[in-house]
């Protein structure tokens, strides 16, 4: 038998036996959603909701793996690793460490469809923590850097005539010991600092596209002159070609618009459009074309929804947040995105759906993303649902100086030139990334001074590119007389200790109620919270005396409010369910009716 089919054979004999005895790794909690994880078809939802085409293949699965110091290449596999989930975590199989030293390689094959036969092949990675280099058949096809980003990579030329093609991914990850944004994690966890996540984290896939095509959809909604602005960027940018937008309630058209490529698409919806609101999450469905001498070249299915996000001052003076117009209490926890065996990465796409609907349950109308980017299908579910965000940058760095209850007096964090530029192409590569998703109504740049800069600049800069969202410079500070929102943390009651007449004033973040349950816990000896109880009854009398007490300072200033925590993440044991959650950690009833209370505080 020849070397080359002799090592083909025995790669597919290893891969088979590995597949049949792939499991999780480690013995931490898991939750219920991580017996259903299949090797062979690994969330397999398609995962870009807002610019969806027919065809695509999911390269999710049993990859090689090797570790390796950094620079050098790999001789030889260590085994197999299931992708998307981050080699540090349990769902991966594998649950090692890679240190800011080391590199992490993944290896497969692919083969491409015959019926692509013709068009270009997309590769897509939802995100890839931190740096990573990709080859096809030993060609470097791309590098990207950016932890929470999706990016596609045209691998035309790479391919093979026929047959199966070799793909190999890179991945470089410094952690707390790099100058990137990293959101809450450390090599070495401790209190609310968590695992390492290294490498690719999310759903990796490939798409046929014509020689020309869509790549990029932008939308945006204007309620009082009912009307949908569509921008297409398209692979030509030939302006002689036409962009077609189809808008659809359900299966009615009931919009339609045209313009040549690289123009602005004005669509007037109907007079009585429906408002996309927490109450009613209406969602428009749109089709989008791209035609050449009248014959479509792409087209992808999209959504949108008109909403408008704005402030405005109410009759005693204070500053309220406005949702279409109208006064809304925006409330809710404080949303991590944590799991216990899948870490950034939820097992399935029902246990991504469940935290949410378990927030609308709770009473809440708000998310505050915390420190973290999620999948597209999160953001979407959020769509649907009815669920307003608050979307955090994921830094990481514990400086400068912090002040809570006044303006900033002393020196913001000198980062150096390439900590600034990283942050300023991946921030904006964030909002770009989310942009289309209409839940998205409060960005967030800093969080708690943590490697806080040029506050004012960042702000009116976020403004600047989005317009359409408001701005919270630093949510808990430090505190500066710009943007939109002015942020207070104050645990574990609810306390107004700081307020601007100019701008709205929040609470973003309070409580922390902590409650220890054995057999629930990632650390059975080393948990905490912000203040501890011993039963939900316990729990559940403190949340309501918060509550009330939030709901009298609303009168005062309060305009939103963050509650800590969705879940127990890690060490932290204050969530409103458990980490592998599998109990509800206090009276779903009692809590529904003050938060209630709370959401309908400026209803008119």
Known sequence: MKKSILIAVLTASMATSAFAQWKP????????????????????????????????????GLWNYAITEKGAVPSAYEGQILVPFAVESSLSGVGKKVSPDEELWYQRNFTVPATWKGKKVMLNFGA??????????D?????????FTPFSLDITAALAAKGDNKLVVKVWDPTDRGPQPRGKQVNRPEGIWYTAVTGIWQTVWMEPVAERHITNVRTSSDIDRKKLTVDVATSTGCPSEVIEVKVFDGKQLVATGKGLNGQTIDIQMPADAKLWSPASPALYSMQIALLNNGKVTDKVDSYTAMRKYSTRRDKNGIVRLQLNNEDVFQFGP???????????????????????????????NMIRKHVKVEPARWYTHCDKLGIIVWQDMPNGDREPEWQMYNYFTGNELNR????????????????????NYP???????????????????????????????????????NHFPCGDILDLHHYPNPSLDFYDAGRVTVLGEYGGIGLALNEHLWEPNHNWGYVKFNSPEEVTKQYVEYGNELYRLIQRGFSAAVYTQTTDVEMEVNGLMTYDRKVIKVNEAQVKAINTKICNSLNK
């Open 439 to 477: 839940c998205i109504g409060v960005w967030v740049p800093f969080n708690e001074r943590w490697g806080q800069f040029k506050t004012e600049d960042i702000a009116a800069w976020t403004k600047k590119y989005d317009p359409s969202r408001l701005v919270n410079p630093a949510s808990g500070g």
């Open 334 to 364: 404080l949303d991590q995105g944590w799991w216990p065996d899948g870490l950034y990465t939820a097992p399935t796409d029902e246990a991504l759906v469940y935290d949410i609907q378990k927030t609308k349950d709770f009473g809440f």
């Open 128 to 137: 890839v923590d931190w740096k990573a280099d990709i080859w096809v058949n």
């Open 25 to 60: 790794a480690g013995d931490k909690i898991k939750t219920k959603w991580a017996e259903q994880v299949n090797p062979e078809n690994v969330l397999p939802e398609y995962p870009r909701p807002v610019m969806e085409r027919g065809e695509w293949k999911n390269l999710n």
């Open 416 to 435: 150096s030139e390439e900590s600034e530029q990283i942050y300023r192409k991946e921030w904006k590569e964030i909002m770009d990334y989310l942009y």
């Open 139 to 147: 060609i470097k096809v791309g590098q990207h850097t950016g932890g």
